[in-house]
């Protein structure tokens, strides 16, 4: 991350020769000193995507003007692409349940500001975590999710994140599945811990699945959330060598280290516009 | 691995008290030198498993004698158990197809004798490596599989390695599936290295598997073929870190040095008798 | 970890025959139930290492009497040893400055009981934490260090430290040197963590070193605190991957998550009596 | 690695703005098809590097031209530069003495054509691999090295390497020190394995250096070689853990599965020109 400010533009379009010249050549016109950039063809798809970071003052316009100065060629290039503004914060509404260790964790980033963003509020189906939270001057919202409210306790999820105007939404262990209306509603924006190395070990009780396999690595993924149970597009995954004396429990305790560090990286390059998702996979240039 | 010579004692038994002093009181009586010992219990089976090495010229006695003395105390422990002597050599039966890179790193560890291991002969559906395993000074086997000579061929295979008094078969990225009358022959005898991280993409062509879910780690295990196909007990995983960029030809060149490395250390910890199967899990005392 | 109280027996000796029968006789003799035991030749100091887990209600007596009745086989056999109950929660004095990731990882553990000590007390040459700490539950003090006052400052420490009755002082990223009067009074019982892959980059600013010299890892390690600066006996270390693009503030951040995670791998090892140091090395029964 | 011919610009220059674009659009003008393109601004050293792949049949003309007309703009810009033809084999000289595992694992990768290269000769201080060298249809020169004949061997190495037009020069575990007059001769084309994870354990013994130190992961280096030992930029780096189990003996077999990996792995990046050298440190465009 870069002290000055500077703007990312993060896009994709149908490859075809000349998109990189186009696009800085566009940047180059106005003098714009480029920070940082990444380009990926994807051969199979036939897809270009690129991400690059300009410095704000190096341009002779801010970011309104940038935008529709570039819509031109992102359209002739048939672009999706966004552009983001480094000083404007991203607002992060973190969900979780009974466990603790990512919760601390994204507010210890939170608190030094590693993590230089807003969390408008917290949101739990359980009030473990209240005064911690508050003590941190965050909003606490209990939400109890029971068989009976699960439609209505979504809704108001739903309405929370909307009217916090949240940008992302983290599962940070977050014990229950968002309805299928939720996860449609906010594509691409919802980031889910699981805790094995999908695809292995789906569902329930990942460490049990581990345990009984006699597998002798165990592992994490952070992936965006769709409406089917752990089959998002994959961010992050990592693993941590165990043996046979260790017990599901002992699983549980290692796969905390591995599951809090996982969704702390993957919510950085989301953060820092490095996913572009594209079908069921992502691109993430670190 | 001792210069001195050893003997190898790898046991379970029905968990009780008393048993690490009832085996090594035994040893202790004699004046054995140990030299290494691992114990662990399996609380869900109520299983003890040990591996001990003691120091051939600390006992008063030699093998044969050794088993006969040893024996009375097995039989009341109701113990599963073997001694070996690690001044005999393993006999070592490699199968391979086209592919090199286990083969030349199986050649490599023998030719240093850091494996040191007898390799009385390789078998194979191909001939591509006759010359090279020929120059090596080992027999080699061209025995072609097509989908009508199946049970000839494995009947074949069998006999070469029963012939050759083979302790171990090794399928060195073999790309055939072995018959259920060859698994059940030698269980326990017969390792594949498989290349996944199982249990995630069992079968043909896992690493197209793994680029199209679009994971970020890829992996290989070794493990006890059984007749199922890739669901024996595991004995040895790792994985190596993949990104966007990386092609499935990419993943299969990744993937070989994994391959070839979770292979030598699995074949390493069941020649030294450091690997006890129970049910489908594994011991590993590294 | 075992649910249920159990003895832990740590203790070295010079090596000989007949140690594990003579220490799992008595054991046996008495009925005591062994959940995990290891052992360790070192054949350079011939010396033999070992840790064991007894169940304490297999016993017919209690920790005194177990101790008096176990003090003529070590005398016998010249043991350093000690047993410990898991009953007795250890109790764990930290110090911390102004970097926030150790602790809240720390209190994360110790709030979940994944890690199931006591802090009686953090000390800090700060007051950053003050109020963290203390929303905790647990004092806070505020020790200033500067160039004038050391000697008082780190008496004030050891008074501090042995007033709350401490088994284990934590430097979790304290950024101050200890005198070495406060090192010697307390062997064994100091860890620090310190931001480098020991012995490269010993002393300030490693990240910045590690920069400089273009490497392609980066590390941690956590050590028990000598009068040496970082030469001290490793318990754990661990590393993470780097490239050309990261700064050193990108690798200070890397670098925390190794941290944290080191410190407390190490701390659990130490606090089970796993880590049996012996000169400048450890053994860690893992 | 594409499978269509190609050609590889890599170069660097002082930063300024309107590099890519200037780069870019020169290939665009030509209609030039980028398969792959990497950019990095070191911000210490204003310096500015960049590695792009471009279709051959995608320009318009062959590689002497794409040459002549690149020469301006390279000029313009003050850029050291190269471009290479993936159809051009690189030519690779491998250096030996008695340890067989990177040799074993370098020529099967160039068996297999993974790695596609020449190796025009084979140069050890022994004559043990002269077989096995020569059986894979490579010549093998014996060029022994005593206390007094290093000059005129070093010279006699010198002549092999020019000889035969090598490009780069591999020493796999030759347990040599090169002359400064050769390293200085052929500066950033001759690589290193060094087994330690540099800058720890520079020189002799450095498995046993580490076991010394009690260190709990074990790595090794490879590096670009300068005059001074050891010292040179970092290309590419690993580790694998041990514990206090493992002798220096068993470091030593640990250690050559990740010398062989790593080398293998920077020998690719080096080939495939993705290594920019600038001072003592490598951008490494993976």
């Known amino acids: 991350m870069h002290r000055d400010r500077f ?3 993060a896009a994709s379009c149908p490859d075809r020769t000349g998109i990189i010249a186009r696009v800085t050549g566009f940047i180059a016109e106005h003098n714009g000193w480029i920070l940082e950039s990444s380009f990926h063809a994807d051969s199979d798809a036939h897809r270009y995507f690129m991400r690059l970071e300009i410095k704000a003052d190096s ?38 349940s009974k466990q603790e260790h990512c919760l601390y964790d994204l507010l210890a980033r939170w608190q030094s500001k590693e993590l230089d963003i807003e969390i408008p509020c917290v949101i739990s189906n359980h009030d473990t975590f209240k005064g911690f939270v508050e003590w941190h001057g965050i909003p606490f919202h209990h939400v109890p999710v029971t068989a009976e409210n699960k439609p209505q306790a979504y809704a108001e999820v739903q309405r929370l994140f909307e009217e916090s105007h949240g940008d992302t939404m983290v599962l940070a262990r977050y014990m229950q599945i968002l309805s299928p209306a939720l996860c449609a509603a906010h594509p691409g924006k919802i980031l889910n811990i699981h805790h094995s190395f999908l695809p292995s070990f789906v569902g329930a009780k990942p460490y049990h699945q581990a345990y009984t396999r006699g597998v002798k690595l165990i592992g994490a993924t952070c992936h965006y959330v769709t409406s089917e149970l752990d089959q998002g597009p994959i961010i992050e995954q990592d693993v941590i060598r165990i043996d046979h004396s260790d017990s599901p429990d002992d699983m549980v305790r290692y796969g905390k280290d591995i599951e809090k560090t996982v969704l702390a990286r993957a919510l950085r390059y989301h953060l820092e516009d490095r996913v572009l998702a594209h079908g069921n996979k992502t691109i993430v240039f670190r």
Do not use: Q, Y
């Open 7 to 9: 703007f990312t533009l």
């Open 59 to 96: 341009l002779p316009f801010m970011l309104t003007e940038l935008r529709e100065r570039f819509r031109p060629i992102a359209t002739e290039l048939e672009m999706d692409w966004k552009i983001s503004d480094s000083a404007v914060k991203k607002r992060v509404v973190v969900l979780v």
